[in-house]
């Protein structure tokens, strides 16, 4: 597959370089070892690696997905041979550890960077590189709140390909509602835990792709108090580590069964137990665990993961969006059908499909969804490396503040939209698009689990509106609005459409200031939270507006099919995608009870 079809290279490029001006941050300490050259040879090879190890499988991944089989009554995952191969490449890249500290094997490049290498992957094979974003995840938890000798025994291996990492969350009986878990962690006299229960919905919780796996799992030890003050962290590995670090016996953790999903079928999905002594006959009854951080403190430690695991998922979401929208405009361009609108002469040749109306419409929808969730995305990848790294606390706080307010739409809206512009890659390619001969109906099975994936449109909304727009005295949320106004203030100076789109963000930024405000007077939180889903929508089309506007100052002058192409997209979006906030602005300050009001029985 040509790599033109997985992600546009010039379009990164803009973004990285003429928007969000990467470059500058290696004249930073932490960067000081990089510079535009070593930026464009990492991206080069991360297009490379995805194009020829990672694209040529993901169909083939896609139809043969993971297997349970059982030896001497143990479960074992069974993965498409050419998973581990194309994992190993990036690994042996260094690309596992692009953005980790030096000190644990890493390239130390910056966050925005890191996106933009993973999104390659996530465009060419999701199923595939789901394994790497889980085990990057898992090792910056571990750097941030494991203790030194966590960090030394199980984060190199893991960037090195040997270990792999998992996140053990949900269980059958509590799914997102994580007070109530049950899985239980006893203390023993060596300072080690005895895990038991079972988790489910474990991507990657089974395989043989390397030594071993690092599962990460939440659970609650025994009087450490109610709901999720109870809750506690621990490192809980598949095989347990001799004195010198090397892997040795098994741990009591048992694989159960495989959860098919409509899409990342490659990525083997699992339900574990822990504790049940099937891989561990005549020993002591428990998985063992390490404590990681504070008991009490689980939860906050892997809102750390979480965090980055939600715009690692909009990210991905924003390269499926990508991917179906390049395919879907081949198509159009060499797919010869009908003739323009008035055409008489029945004998005339037919023209491409780009070339009606409505197909246009179309792949500028698909445009307009990808190019924006894409920016978006590295656009918070900035903000990291601005939190981390910024010279001054001020601007580190801020940047905080805005990656906090703008995580549950990174999350959710490209989520929500590139499962759109998937729906129109299908429609562009008319009957053909529902076979599974072309690549748009897997993009589309793919991307539709993303608004699950690390919580709910509900979940996020409810992150939203109850709590991000309100935290610190409403900080963050002041913090858009003020960065959306600068925005607006260029705009309106540059003059023509950039003028028009500005003077339209304004007059919706400030209605939504005006509706928070009104909805959070409300006192009770199931009224606030009744329509939080209307209001993540709202706010989100009004953030990607802004990011468009940012883009469509970035192009400057330039006359050329790339900035007209970006001005089309801008144009579309304030004309077509805008003007449904309105609407919604309005349903929430009405205080609508529709919902509230139907009583479940009426259902």
Not at 60 to 89: K, S
């Amino acid at each position: 597959m040509s790599r033109d079809l997985i992600l546009s290279r010039a379009d990164l490029e803009f973004l990285l370089h003429d928007w969000l001006h990467v470059e500058e941050l290696t004249n930073r300490k932490r960067f000081a070892e990089h510079s535009r050259e070593t930026i464009d040879a990492v991206l080069e090879l991360a297009a490379d690696l995805a194009t020829e190890q990672f694209a040529p499988h993901n169909k083939r991944n896609d139809a043969e997905e993971p297997r349970f089989e059982q030896v001497d009554g143990v479960g074992y995952a069974r993965l498409h041979p050419e998973v581990g191969p194309a994992l190993a490449t990036a690994a042996e890249a260094g690309l596992l550890s692009a953005t980790m500290d030096a000190e644990v094997g890493g390239l130390q490049l910056p966050h925005v960077v890191g996106i933009a290498v993973a999104a390659w992957f996530q465009a060419a094979n999701p199923g595939t590189w789901a394994y790497a974003m889980l085990t990057v995840a898992n090792a910056n938890l571990l750097v941030a709140h494991g203790s030194p000798e966590q960090v030394r025994a199980f984060v190199p291996p893991m960037l090195e390909g040997r270990f792999h990492g998992t996140m053990c969350l949900s269980e059958p009986q509590a799914g997102s509602s994580l007070a109530d878990i049950t899985t239980r962690a006893e203390p023993r006299p060596d300072g080690t835990h005895r895990m038991f229960g079972s988790k489910m919905w474990i991507s990657g919780g089974d395989h043989e792709l390397g030594e071993n796996i690092v599962h990460l799992v939440l659970a609650k030890i025994p009087g450490g108090g109610p709901g999720v003050r109870g809750i506690s962290l621990f490192l809980v590995p598949k095989y347990l580590l001799d004195a010198d670090g090397a892997v040795g016996e098994r741990n009591d953790v048992t694989l159960v069964g495989l959860n098919h999903k409509m899409g990342y079928r490659g990525t083997v999905n699992t339900l574990l137990a822990f504790g049940d002594g099937t891989v561990t006959p005549g020993g002591e009854a428990g998985a063992v665990g390490y404590l990681v951080g504070s008991p009490g403190s689980g939860l906050a430690a892997m809102f750390h993961m979480m965090n980055e695991a939600r715009i690692a998922v909009g990210a991905g979401a924003a390269a499926l969006a990508y991917t179906g929208f390049l395919k879907s405009l081949d198509y159009a361009r060499t797919r010869p059908q009908g003739r323009p609108a008035g055409a008489k002469d029945p004998s005339a040749p037919m023209v491409p499909i780009v070339r009606h109306a409505d197909v246009r419409r179309m792949l500028l929808a698909q445009k307009a969804y990808a190019e924006g969730a894409l920016a978006l995305i590295l656009y918070c990848g900035r903000l990291v490396d601005e939190e981390r790294t910024a010279g001054d606390a001020a601007a580190r706080e801020r940047a905080h503040l805005l990656l906090e307010t703008l995580t549950p739409i990174a999350k959710s809206w490209p989520s929500q939209w590139g499962l759109e512009a998937n729906t129109l890659a299908i429609q562009v390619h008319g009957g053909y698009g529902y076979t599974r001969e072309y690549d748009v109906e897997q993009h589309y099975r793919d991307n539709r689990l993303n608004p699950i994936h690390e919580g709910t449109h509900g979940i996020q909304a409810a992150d939203l509106l109850g709590r991000k727009v309100v935290m610190n005295g409403g900080a963050g949320f002041t913090a858009l609005r003020e960065t959306v106004t600068a925005t607006v203030a260029r705009a309106e100076e540059a003059g023509g459409l950039a003028a028009t789109c500005g003077a339209a963000l304004r007059q919706a930024t400030d209605r939504l200031v005006e509706v928070t405000a009104l909805v959070h007077t409300c006192p009770h939180p199931e009224d606030r939270l009744a329509n939080a889903a209307v209001y993540l929508e709202a706010a989100g089309h009004i953030v990607l507006a802004w990011i468009w506007l940012e883009q469509l100052l970035a192009v400057q002058e330039r006359d050329d099919d790339f900035a007209n192409g970006k001005r089309a997209a801008a144009r579309y979006f304030f004309r077509f995608e805008l003007p449904t906030v309105g609407p919604r602005l309005d349903l929430l300050a009405a205080g609508d009870r529709t919902v509230l009001d139907t009583a479940p029985d009426w259902l």
